[in-house]
T-cell receptor, first 112, second 114 residues
Framework: KQEVTQIPAALSVPEGENLVLNCSFT??????LQWFRQDPGKGLTSLLL?????REQTSGRLNASLDKSSGRSTLYIAASQPGDSATYLC???????????FGKGTTLSVSS | DGGITQSPKYLFRKEGQNVTLSCEQN?????MYWYRQDPGQGLRLIYY???????QKGDIAEGYSVSREKKESFPLTVTSAQKNPTAFYLC?????????????FGPGTRLTVT
C-alpha cells in the first residue's frame, strides 16, 4: 500500500531564505506527483504537477523535482516571502490512477 | 470564472441527522472526487466518479453516499451511520480519471456534528 511522508512537519524561516520541502513515497510505481498549497481553512491550490516521465517542473520561485527510483520529491522555494506561509501537501496518483494519496503536509511559516 | 464551488462553507448538524454537501464544477471535467481532511492528517478519499451515473468507493466510504446525475454536480451525503462525521470535506475534479491528469480542488465545507 502506497504511503506518502513529508518531512519536516513544520518549518519556520526568515524572509528571503531558500528552502526545501521533502516528500517520500513507498511505491515507486507512480503515475504523477502533485504539490499543493493549503491556507488555513481553505481548499487546496495546485502548484506543480510532475508526470512520472519528468524529472522536474518549475513555476516562478518554485521548483519541484522527482526521483522515482528513490521514491522522493522535493519542492524548492526560492527567496521565501511571508505570503508563502501555508501548509504544503504532496500527493501521488494511486496504482489504479483513480485518485491521489496525500502526505500530511509541511506547515511553513516565513517571518518578515 | 471556471472553477469548483462547494456549499455551504460551514455546516452544523445534530447527531443522527443526514446532511448533504454540495459540489458543483463548470470546468467540463468528467471525473469528480470527495476527500475528507482531519487535523494533522492527510486527505483521504471517500468516493470518486469517472463519468455521469457511475461512482466508486474510496478508502473510507462507510457512512457516506453520493450521486452523479449531472456532469457538473457530485453531492455527498453524510449519513447517521458515519461514526465521526466532524471534518473538513473537499471536492475535486479532473479532466478525466486517467492517472496523468491534474486535480483541482474546491474551497471545502467544514462540517460539525454535535
Amino acid at each position: 500500500k502506497q504511503e506518502v511522508t513529508q518531512i519536516p512537519a513544520a518549518l519556520s524561516v526568515p524572509e528571503g531564505e531558500n528552502l526545501v520541502l521533502n516528500c517520500s513515497f513507498t511505491d515507486s510505481a507512480i503515475y504523477n506527483l502533485q504539490w499543493f498549497r493549503q491556507d488555513p481553512g481553505k481548499g487546496l491550490t495546485s502548484l506543480l504537477l510532475i508526470q512520472s516521465s519528468q524529472r522536474e517542473q518549475t513555476s516562478g520561485r518554485l521548483n519541484a523535482s522527482l526521483d522515482k527510483s528513490s521514491g522522493r520529491s522535493t519542492l524548492y522555494i526560492a527567496a521565501s516571502q511571508p505570503g508563502d506561509s501555508a501548509t504544503y501537501l504532496c500527493a501521488v496518483a494511486n496504482q489504479a490512477g483513480t485518485a491521489l494519496i496525500f502526505g500530511k503536509g509541511t506547515t511553513l511559516s516565513v517571518s518578515s | 470564472d471556471g472553477g469548483i464551488t462547494q456549499s455551504p462553507k460551514y455546516l452544523f448538524r445534530k447527531e443522527g441527522q443526514n446532511v448533504t454537501l454540495s459540489c458543483e464544477q463548470n470546468l467540463n471535467h468528467d471525473a469528480m472526487y470527495w476527500y475528507r481532511q482531519d487535523p494533522g492528517q492527510g486527505l483521504r478519499l471517500i468516493y470518486y466518479s469517472q463519468i455521469v451515473n457511475d461512482f466508486q468507493k474510496g478508502d473510507i466510504a462507510e457512512g457516506y453516499s453520493v450521486s452523479r446525475e449531472k456532469k457538473e454536480s457530485f453531492p455527498l451525503t453524510v449519513t447517521s451511520a458515519q461514526k465521526n462525521p466532524t471534518a473538513f470535506y473537499l471536492c475535486a475534479s479532473s479532466i478525466s480519471a486517467h492517472r496523468t491528469y491534474e486535480q483541482y480542488f474546491g474551497p471545502g465545507t467544514r462540517l460539525t456534528v454535535t
